[in-house]
């Protein structure tokens, strides 16, 4: 019913940017809270960062100060703008959002199917 879809991954060279973005879509009545967690090979998958349906955000320590995320409510987008990449941001990327479906009386929590980002030289 609900699927969300990431896109932006890539290969990257340290210091650099990319831009990943997920959109939702299916029968959707509600977005509340959406984010991004990340998993590194040998490593359990780690919170990046949130945002809720008015814009406060949150972010783990390892990117503050260099990932930005934002959210368009009116295309079911989140955003998260990766800049001054490091080697260790080296993970599989994966998109969360808690989704209320039509003719449904409460959300439950919906993931992309991850999108690889490498840095590296």
């Known amino acids: 019913q609900v699927q969300l879809v990431e896109s932006g991954g890539g290969l990257v060279q340290p210091g650099g940017s990319l831009r990943l973005s997920c959109a939702a879509s299916?029968?959707?009545?509600?977005?509340?809270?959406m984010g991004w967690y990340r998993q590194a090979p040998g490593k359990q998958r780690e919170l990046v960062a949130t945002i809720t349906r008015t814009g406060v955000t949150n972010y783990a320590d390892s990117v503050k100060g260099r990932f930005t995320i934002d959210r368009d409510n009116a295309k079911n987008t989140v955003y998260l703008q990766m800049n001054s990449l490091k080697p260790e941001d080296t993970a599989v990327y994966y998109c969360n959002a808690d989704i209320r479906v039509g003719g449904s009386w409460w959300s439950s929590d919906y993931w992309g199917q991850g999108t690889q980002v490498t840095v590296s030289s």
């Open positions: 299916g029968s959707i009545f509600r977005i509340n809270n």
